[in-house]
DNA sequence: CAGCATCCTAGCAGATACTG
DNA sequence: CAGTATCTGCTAGGATGCTG
């Protein structure tokens, strides 16, 4: 008999939390983006996202293709070619990743103004 | 003359880097959705969001006051009293979030069996 | 090309104590 | 109550070198 789990990401020993922080991950949420435009080989992505290093895009992958995101379709040929690319899953949590970037182009002038705004205050202050 | 500023999270020196890393951080993204349900205090946020430090949610806070997103209202009484709040920009991007949030429960099934899936493939092999 | 293994460090983050 | 201040540890994350 399994117990009835109620995924709940306040609670600090939830499985949920470390996938909500996958989703969200510094490199996470870049990678999904990059994947919603299309199907990336491993070094198409290093160099679309502006500054991650082999190491975490490697990691990211990773738990991504774990949390059912990431579709990872190995080549085998020399040299290697890996394929990355969106599951099902994966376009809906890229969708809602990407609901947060549209927001960030459509009103950085506001975030721009209002860091300024709380800057002068704390100068003055 | 300003320049035109393209944002762009995927360029490394983009300034929307940071403000991103502030909406999807681990207690950004928690912060945000409580505030959603309504205006908190400090300890109550701190009791909802599970396993945050006082430290932690101080910053978060600043943070995302400074992004424009939270309000801070503080009353001039003693013992203090300060509301935090969601700004018109910050219920758009706890929306946002929302949509993350919603999307982990709904298919919290289809996360749960993709890992094991991987960890099955993993244990084999 | 697509990684993994190793080493190393900055700074993220927790615990504790104190203050207006 | 709502924070700061300080100390400290841990680990995310970068650099480098190697492999199938």
């Known amino acids: 008999m399994e117990s009835v789990h109620v995924v709940s990401p306040f609670d ?4 949920s939390r470390p996938v909500m922080e996958h989703l969200s991950s510094r490199w996470g949420v870049l990678v999904q983006i990059v994947l919603l435009r299309g199907t990336h080989r491993f070094n198409e992505l290093r160099r679309e996202v502006g500054g991650v290093s ?35 899953l994966g376009v809906r ?8 970037f549209d927001l960030l182009f459509e009103r950085w002038e506001d975030f721009a103004t209002a860091q300024e705004a709380y800057d002068e205050r704390k100068a003055r202050a």
């Open 12 to 15: 600090v020993n939830c499985p």
């Open 54 to 88: 082999e190491k975490m895009l490697a990691q990211t992958l990773q738990a991504l293709e774990r949390d059912g995101v990431v579709h990872r379709l190995v080549h085998p040929v020399i040299p290697p070619h890996v394929d990355y690319s969106l599951t099902e």
């Open 93 to 100: 949590t890229a969708t809602a990743v990407r609901g947060l």
